[in-house]
T-cell receptor, first 116, second 113 residues
Framework: EPEVTQTPSHQVTQMGQEVILRCVPI?????FYWYRQILGQKVEFLVS????????KSEIFDDQFSVERPDGSNFTLKIRSTKLEDSAMYFC??????????????FGAGTRLSVL | KQEVTQIPAALSVPEGENLVLNCSFT??????LQWFRQDPGKGLTSLLL?????REQTSGRLNASLDKSSGRSTLYIAASQPGDSATYLC????????????FGTGTRLQVTL
């Protein structure tokens, strides 16, 4: 069964460093998302991406964050200068169809980011 | 701003019992509602999706209902098994938004032998 894959599973970084989290969405999907979950808290939306541009972003997704689809298969989240409060589990998701809103969002297993 | 709440926060039941998990949302103008399962330290597994025009969806031992006007959804699990132990999350997409999911607080379920 097709699945969303994320690498690495765990990333440890020093405060102020740049990190890139990688995702390979399901191959025929058109809509891509990043969410995060701080330990013990709700899953929060960060950004959605369609047709090579951001379609929606949350207040969390400030200038320190960026997303890119560098080729036909990868979808990345970059945090330019990490802060302690960026420590969280980051989930990538994708959904398919001509109108992605009606479709189920499939999630990857997540990347645990630890900022020291 | 859409708020999604799930009650109870935690639930422990003996194996074989039927149970109901509750989800409520403050803005009834939703496009759809999705139920997920999350195992400790793992990703989210989609269980059921209900469109705003639907009243319920079924998959195996799971049945999800939606009452949009009252801002409520329930997830019914029949004949619970220890393997059902996980955190269950509901999430909604608001009409008029792109496709962001707004998640609830989750219900942590433990099914005991």
């Amino acid at each position: 069964e097709p699945e969303v894959t994320q690498t690495p599973s765990h990333q440890v970084t020093q405060m102020g460093q740049e990190v890139i989290l990688r995702c390979v969405p399901i191959s025929n999907h058109l809509y891509f998302y990043w969410y995060r979950q701080i330990l013990g808290q709700k899953v929060e939306f960060l950004v959605s991406f369609y047709n090579n541009e951001i379609s929606e972003k949350s207040e969390i997704f400030d200038d320190q964050f960026s997303v890119e689809r560098p080729d036909g298969s990868n979808f990345t989240l970059k945090i330019r200068s990490t802060k302690l409060e960026d420590s969280a589990m980051y989930f990538c998701a994708s959904s398919g169809g001509a109108s992605g809103r009606v479709n189920i969002q499939y999630f990857g297993a997540g990347t645990r980011l630890s900022v020291l | 701003k859409q708020e999604v709440t799930q009650i109870p926060a935690a639930l422990s039941v003996p194996e074989g019992e039927n149970l109901v998990l509750n989800c409520s949302f403050t803005d009834s103008a939703i496009y759809n509602l999705q139920w997920f399962r999350q195992d400790p330290g793992k990703g989210l597994t989609s269980l059921l999706l209900i469109q705003s025009s639907q009243r319920e969806q079924t998959s195996g031992r799971l049945n999800a209902s939606l009452d949009k006007s009252s801002g409520r959804s329930t997830l019914y699990i029949a004949a619970s098994q220890p393997g059902d132990s996980a955190t269950y999350l509901c999430a909604v997409i608001l009409s008029g938004t792109a496709s962001k999911l707004t998640f609830g607080t989750g219900t942590r379920l433990q099914v005991t032998l």
